[in-house]
């Protein structure tokens, strides 16, 4: 991997990390465990891993943690690692977004690092709120927006940085998927039942869940800034609560346009993922069903296909890359970019060391911009698409 440490941080000890959420039958934390695993930066050591003790406990022995550190509740976590010599340095909250807020102030209020699982929070408030916290805290907060680790988003970034593009003119992202074309909450799936609750995902279904995705990526790409944005939210599925699909016309500060698309009903449609941006002087194409290329067209040149690993792709993807260009890296490496960058900055802030300046992670504050697009999203929606500023 080219995401590589010095020699100093190389002989350090494993972060000793825990994990609020992710037990038995959860997707997510099993994805957040096998990222933290892939570059050997963490131990993880303990759990406050379901919503009772029981299942706290069977879920930790399924993962070989000691019993007396698989715990009950995230505030008796918090507590009794906090005064161990040998506890935790950093939590994984992968709960679901309700309970983003609660947990991480439990942790971060104690000096624990968080890696929090994304949308930052279930409402703005919280968001907010959070912000705060984290802000006062003597730990870092880190949030797995995992999209911004692949090799060629980085790649994609750093062109626009070094003014490749030009100015940039237009942002046009989109995320369907079509895993709840039917009513799949009302068959007791776990994963579909909490995404379809408002009071445990909050006021947004789509755009919460994978309209936050894109909407990120497209900002860490392009590095623009959100200024108004209107939008058509709408529920396809009958008796669901919360929306499955929304067309989002954006307007960023410095007279940028963009539009995002997000959907879970759109038919044929797995993780489609995709950003395209266009400046003054080339356009740039990136899709998660090829996140080895990149796609770069100079205004009246032929398209270039720019390879991770290959001839032109540029420093911040290299840093990045583990594998020989040719060899597939996917979805779990770009998971695992996000914990590889944490650690650098926790392994910094062990000794007191600066942070290498190319280390990147999404932060706090990046949460709460997404929190805020989702609320504007809705609150245009009820206003019959009006703009609103964000």
């Given at each position: ?7 100093s ?5 494993k972060?000793r ?5 992710g ?6 934390g099993?994805?957040?465990r ?37 715990y009950?509740?995230?505030d008796?976590?918090?507590q ?36 929090c ?6 409402n ?7 912000k705060?916290?984290?802000?006062k805290?003597?730990a870092?907060f ?10 060629m ?24 998927q079509?895993w ?9 799936a ?22 936050t995705?894109?909407?990120?990526l ?6 623009l ?34 539009l ?9 449609n ?31 040149e ?19 890359t ?24 926790i392994?910094a802030?062990?000794s007191?060391?600066t942070v290498?300046p190319?280390v ?7 949460g709460?911009?997404?929190v ?11 206003q019959?698409?009006?703009?609103v500023?964000?």
């Amino acid at each position: 991997m080219t995401i590589e440490a010095s020699k100093s941080e190389q002989r350090a000890a494993k972060i000793r990390l825990g994990m609020v959420g992710g037990g038995q039958g959860a997707f997510i934390g099993a994805v957040h465990r096998m990222a933290a695993r892939l570059d050997d930066h963490y131990d993880l050591v303990a759990g406050a891993l379901s919503s009772t003790p029981e299942k706290s406990l069977a879920s930790g022995r399924d993962l070989g943690l000691d019993p007396t550190r698989c715990y009950g509740s995230f505030d008796e976590m918090a507590q009794i690692e906090a005064a161990r010599p040998d506890g935790i340095e950093a939590v994984s909250i992968v709960t679901p977004n309700h309970m983003h807020y609660p947990a991480a102030k439990a942790f971060l209020e104690r000096g624990i690092h968080v890696i929090c699982d994304k949308p930052l929070t279930s409402n703005l408030e919280d968001a907010k709120k959070l912000k705060e916290v984290a802000e006062k805290a003597k730990a870092l907060f880190i949030l797995t927006h995992n999209y911004t680790g692949y090799p060629m988003v980085r790649h994609a970034r750093e062109l626009v940085q070094n003014g490749e593009l030009g100015e940039i003119r237009l942002v046009q992202m989109e995320y369907p998927q079509d895993w709840l074309a039917e009513p799949v909450e009302q068959t007791g799936a776990k994963q579909a039942v909490w995404r379809t609750d408002p009071a445990q995902s909050g006021v947004g279904g789509s755009t919460g869940d994978i309209g936050t995705h894109a909407y990120n990526l497209g900002s860490f790409i392009s590095g623009l800034e959100l200024q108004e944005l209107a939008a058509d939210v709408h529920t396809f599925v009958e008796g669901r609560r919360l929306d499955d699909n929304a067309h989002v016309m954006l307007r960023f500060q410095g007279g940028a346009k963009g539009l995002l698309w997000c959907s879970q009903v759109a038919t044929g449609n797995e993780n489609g993922l995709k950003v395209r941006i266009y400046g003054t002087k080339a356009g740039i194409e990136w899709t998660q069903a090829d996140p080895n290329y990149l796609w770069f067209t100079k205004l009246g040149e032929p398209k270039q296909l720019i390879t991770r690993g290959g001839a032109g792709a540029g420093s911040a993807a290299a840093r990045v890359t583990r594998i020989p260009g040719g060899h597939p890296e996917g979805y779990l490496e770009a998971f695992a970019t996000i914990y590889s960058e944490a650690a650098q900055a926790i392994h910094a802030a062990r000794s007191g060391a600066t942070v290498d300046p190319d280390v990147v992670y999404p932060t706090v504050d990046d949460g709460v911009k997404g929190v805020a697009f989702v609320t504007a999203c809705i609150q245009s929606s009820q206003q019959n698409g009006a703009w609103v500023r964000v």
